[in-house]
């Protein structure tokens, strides 16, 4: 079936630092995947729609400059935290599906990022 | 916008029955897509059952089924013969046309031995 690969799956680093977040498809492509964050004991928040060859679409209220979102080929996507500070720590997680009708979106396993 | 809503945030039930959760949902769209999601402590997203709003057969997948009530939008899961590997956060989830999916707030299934 089909696989989304996210690495890291945990980080902890200073405040102040970018962290970078990989998204892979691991056997089908994907012109379009989603950036999801949880905080501790909610539910999982869209933040941003990753676009392949194009800028992305992010949700109200999100930073897009904090948060840079690069879908440079068909099964990677990454998201980078730019100089993170504690508020930043929470639970990263990516979906994407093959493309074509009716395919369900398939979840990576997650980043926990926390920032001291 | 669309929304997602589950009313209940926790919920129990002994080992071997049976358990309803709600979910309700509002959208204008005609043609969407309705999901229960499992998350373990691992915090996974494991897709649970899927459910198109086109078709009235309501989905099942072994010990879990739906009740779709599109006219009312209501959609809720039934967890038969409950099992201790059953306990998790359950989120029901919408999505419609553009492929992003709203998620419900979740409610926390405990199971009782």
């Known amino acids: 079936g089909a696989v989304v690969s996210q690495h890291p799956s945990r980080v902890i680093c200073k405040s102040g630092t970018s962290v970078k977040i990989e998204c892979r498809s691991l056997d089908f492509q994907a012109t379009t995947m989603f950036w999801y964050r949880q905080f501790p004991k909610q539910s999982l928040m869209l933040m941003a729609t990753?676009?392949?060859?194009?800028?992305?679409?992010?949700e109200q209220g999100v930073e897009k400059d904090k948060f840079l979102i690069n879908h440079a080929s068909l099964t990677l996507s990454t998201l980078t935290v730019t100089s993170a500070h504690p508020e930043d720590s929470s639970f990263y997680i990516c979906s994407a599906s093959p493309q074509g009708y009716n395919q369900p979106q398939h979840f990576g396993d997650g980043t926990r990022l926390s920032i001291l | 916008a669309q929304t997602v809503t589950q009313s209940q945030p926790e919920m129990s039930v002994q080992e071997a029955e049976t358990v309803t959760l709600s979910c309700t949902y509002d959208t204008s769209e005609s043609d969407y897509y309705l999901f229960w999601y499992k998350q373990p402590p691992s915090r996974q997203m494991i897709l649970v059952i899927r459910q198109e709003a086109y078709k009235q057969q309501n989905a099942t997948e072994n010990r879990f089924s739906v009740n779709f009530q599109k006219a009312a939008k209501s959609f809720s899961l039934k967890i038969s013969d409950s099992q201790l590997g059953d306990a998790a956060m359950y989120f029901c989830?919408?999505?419609?046309?553009?492929?992003?999916?709203?998620f419900g707030k979740g409610t926390r299934l405990h199971i009782l031995p």
């Open positions: 989830a919408y999505s419609g046309r553009d492929d992003k999916i709203i």
């Open positions: 990753s676009n392949e060859g194009s800028k992305a679409t992010y």
